[in-house]
């Protein structure tokens, strides 16, 4: 199956800015097709220095979900634009 999880909450919103991954990491180890689209405050969240300080609460490291996403070959959007992130 393919899926699409879309965020639009940032570092506000720590627990909730990290959902999104959780159930994209999720989906991606039942073996699905994963896309994560970002848009509005959530752009921030792949940018290194935003992404250490986010800790949701009773969930993995937002950094580790990040890295996850990246190494499982997740595709991601932002705003609109397919990108590659470092």
């Given amino acids: 199956m393919k899926f699409l999880f879309s965020g639009t909450v940032g570092s506000e919103n720590p627990t909730q800015a990290s959902l999104t991954f959780v159930q994209a990491k999720a989906a991606n180890d039942a073996g699905n097709d994963v896309t994560i689209a970002l848009a509005g405050d959530a752009v921030v969240l792949f940018n290194p220095t935003v992404a ?29 634009r397919r990108i590659s992130v470092a």
């Fill in 52 to 80: 250490e300080n986010i800790q949701g609460m009773g969930l993995p490291a937002f950094p580790d979900l990040i890295k996850y996403v990246k190494e499982a070959g997740s595709r991601r959007v932002f705003d609109g």
